[in-house]
């Protein structure tokens, strides 16, 4: 059973900073190879990924999309399972309903070869972000 649960979302005034966090519960063991990521859709556009951290027993790799590189940044805390996503510099564009998701297996490889995030298999409720 996965459960995600996203907090942090709110207004913001361009040029600001925001700070989302997804909670979650999961069971793991210590061979277990995962990624967790951010995903944001903006009404009517297509949901895109964001930013991602694939977990492994050698550590956590982290992709940024070109879109926020720079003024995102993706970060996991273990002992609290606890996924971040420390927004910075936000522009209007960034307004969005974000999502934190999970998918098991190593997702960096296939990303990298893509250049972008494809879709994960689980996912929480979303917390909305709204730029001015």
């Known amino acids: 059973h996965v459960q995600l649960v996203e907090s942090g979302g709110g207004s913001v005034q361009a040029g600001g900073s925001l700070r989302l966090s997804c909670a979650a519960a999961?069971?793991?063991?210590?061979?277990?190879?995962?990624?967790m990521g951010w995903f944001r859709q903006a009404p009517g556009k297509k949901r895109e990924g964001v930013a991602v951290?694939?977990?492994?027993?050698?550590?956590?790799?982290?992709y940024h999309t070109d879109s926020v590189k720079g003024r995102f940044t993706i970060s996991l805390d273990n002992g609290k399972n606890t996924l971040y996503l420390q927004m910075n510099s936000v522009v209007p564009e960034d307004t969005a309903m974000y999502y934190c998701?999970?998918?098991?297996?190593?997702?960096?490889?296939?990303?990298?070869?893509?250049?972008?995030?494809?879709?994960?298999?689980?996912w929480g409720q979303g917390t909305q972000v709204t730029v001015s």
């Open positions: 999961f069971a793991t063991d210590t061979s277990s190879r995962y990624c």
């Open positions: 951290a694939a977990i492994s027993v050698s550590g956590i790799d982290t």
């Open positions: 998701a999970v998918t098991p297996g190593y997702c960096m490889t296939a990303i990298r070869a893509r250049g972008s995030i494809m879709d994960f298999t689980y």
